[in-house]
């Protein structure tokens, strides 16, 4: 109990508070901002928490997580065009409101449901994951290895277009995971013989350069071709058409209850992510409507259903990452390394062992969420206002800011590698490989290559290891169970593509 | 001021100003031994975050930060008991703007056991932070208590053991052949999660450097041997190996190298700066309380005197071996 308080206490100083402030301003202007996404300013922003206590870093960190699922609405409503994937179903109800003029409606919906969702998914996270942590204990490589299993499998069958390429990317992403250090012998491997490449490739250059620059690559490429920002601003609409009182909120509650339960969900299992749940959640409140052919004319329901989810799964997706050590998304992947540079390794013994830190996090994206809520009534019209700024502008920042953040928190190398990362990230943004996959293969993989080998040492060649690990066999079993249905589904045509 | 200078310099203060500035240039590598240092020092850390060595590290290099007045940026490099980091270390400049944190096994020993790009002489050996607590640990729930027992059930029904470096299996090998017991070794990443796995009985033993005493409090870790040349502070009724009847011990220490060839006298603030450091109140109570390590700092002389023996040692050790 003492080191709850402590934790909460460090969590609630002023230094930490401004920086999830501005965590949260941050993410919600880098999701606001077209062609960038909140993940884009996270992966720059790892690297310069380097000299911040870790208790500041992580809470700025979750700022950014927290203010990128609310700024990416504004652009999706006013201009039809999604300022961050995970808002790409709020333009299906959230345009022809703005149309009709009530996109500060559609505004307001967007930040009620946001900051609900928020919380909701906090506090899923406050309530599950410490017992969930004492469960987690219990898993030993096996187990470990067969959730990995599972993570793969669903983000394989979930993400991007393909199955057979998302796995590709995924096994790639593992391969190169592997260069530096053999775990067991301590032998080189897959290092040409660099010093550099001893230890591996740094997750920040891989990260800035598949995620930040393949995707800056594409859109100036794009945008040479003149096939962006064509759309145009539907603006706010008069006062009138846009009030926004008590009888709105009872008529979205239950969408929003039953999308943050849906973001919950999908936050909490390994992959795939907040734009899948916004999908997922859309669908559901469209087939439990009673009119649904009012969906995607401008009901109001829709964009609450994809708001309230898209930010559900920001705190849900910390339950995995916390208690077991894997990241539920690609946002909590990159907090992942945030963690590291940290010297902190989550998992399991973080709740045993940095009891304070984890209330400290707790008390950060409470911070977090209300200065969702506190911020929401003035900046999402100020972004209304400025989402048109040009990408000329917008892109040779980001460029300058990532290559600064690479060499600050490793080397010159890193550069490089970044560099030669950001050519990858732009194939396979072209190719259709998922990157998504690929990022998760090359983060997991070497937690997945230790544990199965620890398994089969431990196994000695027995196959009654195995049957004597329930937890482990239930996993595997899903994993087989869901490589099949979800093959199955795609089939029909019915898979989520992200 | 000579009339020809004097005259250059009102016709042409441009040329006078990039002369001085060419001169700025050219003297400044020959302050830099006494101004060193002028910017961040790098600390690696040959282990992985979370673990002792790493908090540590951590607290040297605040103290450190303090003695130098220069940020002091600490690094994980993971992998094989502190080589990747040693290896690292050997190519950084030898500028003293690089220094590195490990056991002294990854510059004595490592050497002669693997196939390395360094040995034990590529190093300046600068001071040691605190002794080790070697010990071979074992689940509080295991159905051995002492050695003997160990070794009963070892030969019954065998034994799994979780290893941090290639000395530590060096050590179990010798084990395992002297009492004729199969011991399958297990590789582990850290400190912290071969104890997870030993808590959560999918181990039976494992070589532990210190971080299993946290544990010895709630029981949920028990020691079976020191495997330093006396026994442990904190667990006094255990015998240390040398007792058990075996010619060896693994005494060893947290401590400081920087790559060789640093100029002498940035080698001696440095390694002054250092010694002060790892003696700092802060970082000998961590050491001692907390950690239950205790915070013995030798001189760059001692320690460089004890990486000779150690490398003496471990190469004839390795000549039997091979």
Redesign the interface.
Do not use: S
């Given at each position: 109990m003492h080191e709850i308080l402590l934790g909460l206490s460090d969590a609630f100083t002023l230094t930490n508070m401004l920086y999830v402030a501005a965590g949260v301003l941050i993410g919600q202007a880098f999701a606001a901002a077209p062609g960038v996404s909140a993940l884009v300013a996270l992966t720059i922003a790892v690297p310069f928490t380097?000299?911040l206590s870790p208790i500041t870093a992580i809470g700025f960190l979750i700022g950014i997580n927290k203010g990128g699922t609310l700024g990416g609405s504004v652009a999706a409503i006013l201009m039809n065009t999604p300022g961050s994937p995970e808002s790409t179903a709020t333009t299906f109800d959230g345009y022809p409101m703005a149309l009709r003029g009530q996109g500060l409606k559609a505004l307001k919906t967007s930040h009620v449901s946001s900051v609900s969702g928020d919380a909701i998914g906090d506090l899923v996270l406050f309530l599950v994951s410490v017992p969930l942590a004492y469960v987690a204990?219990?898993?030993?490589?096996l187990e470990t290895a067969s959730v990995v299993l599972v993570a793969f499998v669903v983000l394989g069958a979930l993400v991007g277009n393909s199955v057979l390429k998302g796995l590709i990317a995924a096994a790639f992403g593992m391969l190169l995971s592997m260069v530096?250090?053999d775990?067991?012998?301590?032998?080189e491997r897959m290092s040409f013989g660099i010093?550099?490449l001893?230890?591996g490739l740094s997750i920040s250059a891989v990260g800035i350069g598949i995620l930040a620059l393949g995707e800056i690559f594409r859109q100036a490429i794009l945008y040479r071709n003149a096939m962006t920002n064509t759309a145009t601003n539907a603006g706010l609409g008069e006062a009138k058409n846009n009030r926004f009182g008590w009888s709105d909120f009872r008529h979205i509650g239950p969408t929003i209850l039953r999308s943050s339960g849906i973001g919950v969900l999908i936050g909490a299992i390994p992959g795939p992510g907040s734009t899948a749940a916004a999908f997922i959640s859309y669908a559901a409140a469209k087939r439990s409507a009673k009119n649904p052919d009012d969906f995607g004319k401008g009901d109001i329901r829709g964009v609450a259903a994809t708001e309230s989810a898209n930010t559900a799964v920001t705190g849900a997706s910390f339950i995995p990452l916390l208690s077991i050590g894997i990241p539920g998304n690609l946002a909590a992947a990159l907090i992942l390394g945030g963690f590291?540079i940290?010297?902190?390794?989550p998992?399991?013994?973080l709740f045993t062992?940095h009891t304070r830190l984890i209330y400290g996090i707790f008390g950060a994206m409470v911070i977090g969420t209300l200065c969702n809520l506190f911020f929401g009534l003035f900046t999402l019209r100020l972004f209304a206002k400025v989402i048109r700024m040009p990408l000329q502008i917008v892109l040779p920042c980001v460029v300058l800011l990532s290559v600064t953040g690479i060499i600050i928190s490793s080397n010159f190398f890193s550069a490089w590698l970044v560099i030669g990362f950001a050519a990858l990230g732009f194939m396979m943004r072209t190719l259709d490989f998922s990157f998504v996959t690929f990022i998760i293969g090359f983060i997991l993989g070497p937690m997945f290559e230790?544990n199965i080998?620890?398994s089969v040492?431990?196994a000695?060649g027995n196959l009654g290891y195995l049957l004597d690990r329930p937890i482990a066999l239930a996993f595997i079993l899903l994993a087989i169970v869901l490589t099949w249905r979800l093959a199955k589904n795609r089939k029909n045509g019915s898979g989520v593509a992200i | 001021m000579p009339p020809a200078l004097a005259r250059r310099g009102n016709a042409r203060p441009l040329q006078l100003l990039l002369a001085l500035l060419l001169a700025a240039l050219i003297t400044t590598p020959a302050q830099a031994d006494s101004d060193w240092p002028t910017k961040p020092i790098n600390l690696l850390v040959g282990f992985s975050p979370g673990g002792g060595a790493d908090t540590l590290a951590r607290l040297v290099a605040r103290e450190l930060q303090n003695e130098l007045e220069q940020p002091v940026v600490v690094r994980n490099i993971a992998g094989g008991g502190g080589i990747v980091m040693a290896t690292s270390l050997k190519f950084a400049p030898a500028d003293g703007y690089t220094i590195g944190l490990a056991a002294n096994a990854a510059f004595d020993g490592m050497p002669w056991l693997t196939d390395l790009r360094y040995t034990p002489d590529d190093f300046s050996y600068l001071t040691t932070v605190s002794e080790l607590q070697n010990a071979l640990v074992a689940s509080g729930n295991a159905p051995f208590s002492t050695w003997e027992e160990m070794i009963a059930y070892g030969r019954e029904h065998g034994l799994t053991y979780g290893s941090i470096s290639p000395i530590t299996r060096l050590f179990i090998n010798m084990v395992a052949e002297k009492e004729g017991i199969r011991i399958r070794i297990i590789p582990m990443r850290g400190g912290l999660e071969t104890m997870n796995n030993l808590i959560g009985g999918h181990i039976d033993i494992a070589w532990s450097a210190g971080v299993h005493q946290s544990f010895l409090g709630n029981g949920k870790i028990k020691v079976i041997a020191s495997l330093n040349k006396t026994r442990l502070r904190t667990s006094p009724k255990q015998p240390s190996i040398t007792e058990l009847g075996y010619p060896v011990d693994y005494t060893s220490y947290f401590m400081l190298a920087a790559p060789k060839g640093i100029p002498p006298k940035i080698l001696e603030r440095l390694s002054t700066a250092l010694y002060r450091a790892s003696k700092a109140e802060n970082v000998a109570m961590l050491a001692e309380k907390r950690m239950g390590f205790p915070n013995i700092v030798l001189t760059a002389e001692e320690l460089e005197e004890f990486i000779q023996n150690g490398s003496e040692a471990y190469r004839q050790a390795a000549d039997e071996l091979y």
């Open positions: 380097f000299y204990m219990k898993m030993g490589p530096g250090t775990p067991e012998t301590a032998g010093p550099e001893m230890d590291v940290h010297g902190i390794t998992g399991p013994q062992d230790l080998r620890q040492l431990l000695d | -």
